[in-house]
């Protein structure tokens, strides 16, 4: 059984949960930017939550299927259409043999999870079949897929169709997006009123917004504390000695866009960060689509750690639900 | 030097040994890091030494963030005490300087330049106070360097040149960054040299181009086949100009898969180092060429 690609959306790439271990070589985890969304997907058509599925971003590609199959479409509202036929999103339906599956026009969110039971076969490269495009690595040819592709998906039986994640478990970020960070890693650089600016502004999701990291504008600009540069770091007042970034880090170059970097993360470069999103909130800025009106909300680390609970309990159900 | 711990988020600890660069706190950020691995703490997935930092991701539902701290300054305060000396490695790296490729690129963006009307060797080595491009090639490939970080992106080093601070080479970034740099440019910026190890966005100064791939996604070239990156942090690398015609032979020899990289193992201690940096830097030129 095999996906031919007719036609590839404008960016859709073969993810999975993602490559740990081989930050320190600059080699970001990659994996779905909605792990979520992901685990859902894979968990309605009955597979392994961490299967290889395919993310497609703002627009959805042209798949046709050459064997049956049971497939879910989660994350963005991005209607499914299969044989011109409406297929409701978060729930499993049946494909046969020469089906088409295309999509409408996104109506909410950013990016939707297409998972195939089997899960896309691509070969695991260090322990993952997540596309990294920077590095040239993984997924299909290690790049975004084109027109004519054929991706391999791994025999299985699959779950029965109809099988839905109820309504309330179906996370995504609201019309006006909050973005829970912990202040920290270079916070003392900026002054205490620039601070507290940071939180306060209205942020607007800039076009620069990709999995690598999303950019951030219209909020007033950042004032540093003044210091004689260290040797290493660079005269800018953003600037550090180069240092590794955190996946949600966020970074300010010039103190004024600020940036944070997600799963194609770069791993470490020269300007200080404000503060890191915390995990739990990782999933939602891989929904944000360009101008969205979003906030930095501060929180600490007990707050972190019961969203991250808070997040894992809703998977817990989902989980309960369809195992 | 007094490390300063935070929090980046619920699944990161960022380690800053010192606001300024220097060898002592790129070594004191190895030791950590190495001793974080050998203790194989559950729940550690990533730890990333830096120039003078060190990060560490962890599952912060397998370790507590606070006893994931409470670890790392012990480890810290065992790190204090043992000496600056690691097995590693010099490699050879083979730089075709002022090459047409670099020097097309440059001249595509000169406007984001500090200085649009002279080449970045020409500027670096006015900065630098060296006179003309070709002391200031000397004085880039006669010491060697430590990969003192590697990242950005994959298999990227940032390098840390060998000599006492008052001859370090320095230049600031681009004025604003290229949106192209080719792949495989030997870059500098601040006080750190590079190798871009895939084509792509960048700001370092250009200074050359190197024929010797250093990432290799596809893991088909003979040294890169275990392991994909071919650097790691600790590395030493001494730079070897070479001319037009020996840049040809070496692509010719990496395509055929003949390209044999010239490296050696050696033991680094940094204390000897600092006694006699002149007199070390020889030592190791010795055991790269043998004698």
Redesign the interface.
């Known amino acids: 059984m095999a996906i031919k690609v007719l036609k590839p959306g404008l960016s859709t790439t073969v993810q999975d949960l993602g490559r740990?271990?081989y930050?320190?070589?600059?080699?970001p985890l990659s994996g779905a930017m909605d792990r979520f969304a992901l685990s859902c997907a894979n968990l309605l058509v009955g597979n392994e939550e961490g299967a290889a599925a395919l993310e497609c971003t703002f627009m959805g590609p042209e798949l046709e299927f050459t064997g049956d199959a049971t497939v879910a479409v989660t994350g963005a509202e991005l209607p499914a259409r299969l044989n011109g036929t409406l297929q409701p999103g978060w729930t499993s339906f049946g494909v046969k043999k020469g089906d088409v599956l295309a999509f409408d026009f996104l109506k909410k969110g950013a990016r939707a999870y297409i998972a195939v039971s089997g899960g896309v076969a691509v070969p695991l490269?260090?322990g993952s079949r997540s596309t990294?495009t920077?590095?040239?690595?993984?997924g299909h040819q290690?790049r975004k897929l084109e027109a004519g592709d054929v991706l391999p998906v791994s025999e299985a039986r699959g779950a029965k169709a109809g099988r839905a994640v109820a309504e309330d478990c179906r996370r995504g970020p609201g019309a006006q997006a909050e973005l829970r960070?912990?202040p920290?890693?270079y916070?003392h650089r900026v002054t205490e009123p620039s601070g507290r600016h940071f939180f306060e502004d209205s942020w607007k999701v800039a076009p620069e917004a990709d999995r690598i990291g999303y950019r951030f504008r219209d909020g007033r600009p950042l004032d540093f504390v003044p210091r004689t540069p260290?040797?290493?770091?660079?005269?800018d007042p953003s600037?550090?000695?180069?240092?590794?970034y955190?996946?949600?880090?966020i970074q300010v170059p010039g103190g004024t866009e600020p940036i944070v970097l997600h799963r194609d993360a770069?791993?470490?470069?020269?300007y200080m960060?404000v503060?890191?999103?915390?995990?739990a909130d990782m999933d939602l800025i891989g929904q944000l689509q360009p101008h969205t009106a979003t906030r930095f909300v501060e929180v600490d680390?007990p707050a972190?750690?019961a969203a991250?609970h808070d997040r894992?309990n809703l998977l817990n159900k989902v989980r309960a639900a369809l195992g | 030097m007094k490390t300063r711990y935070?929090?980046?988020?619920?699944?990161?600890i960022?380690a800053?040994i010192?606001?300024?660069?220097?060898l002592q706190a790129f070594f004191k950020s190895l030791s950590i890091t190495s001793a974080v691995r050998e203790s194989r703490i559950a729940g550690v997935?990533?730890?990333?030494?830096?120039?003078?930092?060190?990060?560490i991701?962890f599952d912060?539902?397998k370790i507590s963030?606070a006893d994931m701290l409470a670890e790392l300054t012990r480890l810290e305060s065992a790190a204090d005490k043992g000496a600056s000396v690691i097995k590693t490695r010099i490699i050879e790296i083979p730089v075709l300087y002022n090459d047409p490729w670099t020097h097309e690129t440059l001249m595509r963006f000169r406007e984001r330049h500090q200085d649009p009307a002279a080449t970045d060797l020409e500027y670096a080595a006015r900065v630098n106070n060296l006179g003309t491009v070709d002391n200031f090639v000397k004085a880039h490939s006669g010491a060697p360097w430590f990969v003192s970080?590697?990242?950005?992106?994959?298999?990227?080093p940032?390098l840390y040149q060998m000599v006492e601070?008052k001859r370090q080479i320095e230049a600031?970034?681009y004025l604003r960054p290229r949106t192209d740099t080719p792949k495989l440019t030997v870059g500098h910026?601040?006080?750190?040299g590079c190798i871009y190890?895939?084509r792509?966005a960048g700001g370092y100064q250009m200074f050359g181009i190197t024929p010797m791939p250093i990432?290799d996604?596809s893991q088909n070239i003979s040294y890169l086949r275990d392991a994909?990156?071919l650097?790691?942090?600790g590395d030493i690398v001494k730079w070897k100009p070479i001319t037009r015609e020996a840049y040809d032979q070496a692509l010719a020899d990496v395509e055929a898969g003949k390209f044999a990289p010239l490296m050696r193992d050696v033991t680094f201690s940094l204390d000897e180092f600092q006694q006699d940096i002149d007199g070390y830097n020889r030592k190791l030129d010795g055991v790269l060429h043998g004698h």
């Not at chain 2, 970080?149 to 990227?156: I, Y």
């Open positions: 740990p271990g930050y320190h070589l600059g080699i490269l260090l990294y920077l590095g040239a690595l993984g290690g960070a912990i920290g890693l916070w260290p040797f290493g770091a660079g005269s600037n550090i000695v180069d240092a590794c955190p996946y949600g880090s770069v791993s470490g470069g020269g960060m503060g890191t999103v915390i995990s680390m972190a750690l991250r894992e | 935070s929090f980046g988020g619920d699944e990161h960022f800053e010192d606001e300024t660069m220097s997935t990533e730890i990333c030494p830096a120039n003078a930092s060190f990060q991701k912060p539902d963030p970080m590697v990242g950005f992106v994959a298999g990227l940032f601070r600031p970034k910026g601040g006080c750190f190890s895939v792509g990432y996604p994909m990156c650097f790691n942090p």
